[in-house]
């Protein structure tokens, strides 16, 4: 008996494995059921309750762990696994041969490129000021580079840029670019200034914030 469901236009490839209750061909909101065709590739492993939005183009080899959730026009490349619980949002680009560990969360526009490693709980982010009025007008997340390796619970700035084979250690919060094969340790948190005083990186509005909001 079939547990899970397929939307129209919905491609999947030989010796695919699709678990109890996973979701795939999910229209976004401003789409009709089959608009867009969803490309699963060859022997992929989708585990129960993962739901896969339309538009996703994913190639072979690929795996998740269970309730992993993936929103619409993603790219993925191929022998690429997410773990579980993983959240993925739209427009996001992995390459070939990246592992992703569970419960971590990457921002719409985020890029990473060939056999990087993301351990459990990474963030990204791709935007400095949520709730400023222009804030989907300058939406970038980071760009992980080829073979570099995101510890634990590390929180990646939007527009970083982690270079080639570097290693970024448990619990950092990533705000600037870091090199080709530097290796990233955590330092402590401190308050460096108020919400009311930033202001905008793309000279776009004056105050992203204001107390009378």
């Known amino acids: 008996m079939k547990t899970y ?4 236009n919905v491609k999947i490839g030989e010796g695919a494995i699709i678990g109890d209750y996973v979701i795939i061909g999910h229209p976004a909101r401003d789409q009709e059921p089959g608009e ?3 490309v699963i590739g060859d022997r992929a492993v989708i585990r129960s309750h993962s739901v896969i939005y339309a538009g996703n183009v994913i190639g072979d080899d690929f795996q998740c762990g269970h309730q992993v959730f993936m929103r619409e026009a993603n790219t993925i490349g ?8 993983c959240g993925m949002e739209h427009h996001v680009e992995i390459g070939d041969n990246v592992r992703i560990q569970g419960q971590t969360g990457l921002a719409e526009y985020s890029f990473l490129e060939e056999g990087c490693w ?16 222009k804030a989907k007008e300058c939406l970038m997340g980071p760009t992980i580079k080829k073979g570099a390796i995101i510890g634990a619970s590390v929180t990646l700035f939007p527009r970083v840029i982690v270079g080639e084979r570097a290693l970024v250690g448990a ?3 990533v705000m600037k670019d870091v090199p080709p094969n530097a290796v990233l340790m955590a330092r402590p948190s ?6 009311f005083e930033l202001g905008c990186p793309f000279d776009l509005i004056d ?3 204001r107390e009378d909001d």
Not at 5 to 8: E, I, R
Not at 78 to 85: F, K, P
Not at 121 to 128: G, M
């Open 5 to 8: 469901t397929m939307y129209p």
């Open 36 to 38: 867009v065709e969803t």
């Open 78 to 85: 191929n022998n690429v696994s997410l773990g579980t619980q």
């Open 118 to 133: 993301l351990g459990p709980q990474v963030i990204t982010t791709n935007t400095f000021h949520p709730l400023c009025p």
């Open 171 to 173: 619990g950092c919060v």
């Open 190 to 195: 401190r308050i460096v200034g108020n919400v």
């Open 207 to 209: 105050r992203p914030y």
